[in-house]
């Protein structure tokens, strides 16, 4: 299993532009999240979701957007990038939680996308 | 809202000492807290997760605690190695408003000198 992966590791874009970073995970998980790490700030949770076709979101989801057409894939769409939206994008994964002791398990992160926005 | 501290934000140790991470947070209504390890240029790796019944969890060298009432936990590391040198983080996944969420610390970077 390749477990989460994200495409491209690296990008640099002008400020104005577009572009799509795609996640994709092959464990069946129900729930997938896109995280952005900034220096000083920790990780901090842009949307999620929660099954295919649903998308929630988080605690910075402005200037983003995000799809989650099939169950495996989840898309983080920047529209209109920024010099603020510089930072490195991690996704995560993990089974559904609701319900037993599937509420204790764990997500598991990709290996995230350095962006920098000119 | 949920706030998670990790104190130092950076620590340096010998080869060999055993040491102790501290996380704090302060909604003691949490479902779990997970540690977590992150090279540098790297993504996350999950080291423990301690469910909120749960006082600790163990794996080979790491030992993490977790003291609900108190807002607090521990990450344990016997016999320290160069290999262990990475950031730590800690997260907690509340109950309510933001459950199935986790919020971060933002890390103690931990060097052990050979």
């Known amino acids: 299993n390749a477990g989460v992966t994200q495409t491209p590791k690296f990008r640099v874009l002008k400020t104005g532009q577009s572009m799509t970073l795609l996640c994709a995970q092959d464990?069946?998980?129900?729930?997938m999240y896109w995280y952005r790490q900034d220096p000083g700030m920790g990780l901090r949770l842009i949307h999620y979701?929660?099954?295919?076709?649903?998308?929630a979101k988080g605690e910075v989801p402005d200037g983003y957007n995000v799809s989650r057409l099939k169950k495996q894939n989840f898309l983080l769409g920047l529209e209109s990038a920024a010099p603020s939206q510089t930072s490195v994008y991690f996704c995560?994964?993990?089974?559904?939680?609701?319900?037993?002791?599937?509420?204790?398990?764990?997500?598991?992160f990709g290996p995230g996308t350095r962006l920098t926005v000119l | 809202k949920q706030e998670v501290t990790q104190i130092p934000a950076a620590l340096s140790v010998p080869e060999g000492e055993n040491l102790v991470l501290n996380c704090s947070f302060t909604d003691s209504a949490i479902y779990n807290l997970q540690w977590f390890r992150q090279d540098p240029g790297k993504g996350l790796t999950s080291l423990l997760l301690?469910?909120?019944?749960?006082r600790e969890q163990t794996s080979g060298r790491l030992n993490a605690s977790l003291d609900k009432s108190s807002g607090r936990s521990t990450l344990y590391i016997a016999a320290s190695q160069p290999g262990d040198s990475a950031t730590y983080l800690c997260?907690?996944?509340?109950?309510?408003?933001?459950?199935?969420?986790?919020?971060f610390g933002k890390g103690t970077k931990l060097s052990v000198i050979p």
């Open positions: 995560a994964s993990r089974r559904d939680p609701r319900g037993g002791r599937a509420r204790y398990n764990e997500q598991f």
């Open positions: 979701s929660v099954g295919e076709g649903t998308t």
């Open positions: 464990m069946n998980h129900e729930y």
């Open positions: 301690i469910q909120s019944s749960q």
């Open positions: 997260a907690v996944e509340a109950r309510g408003a933001g459950s199935y969420q986790l919020t």
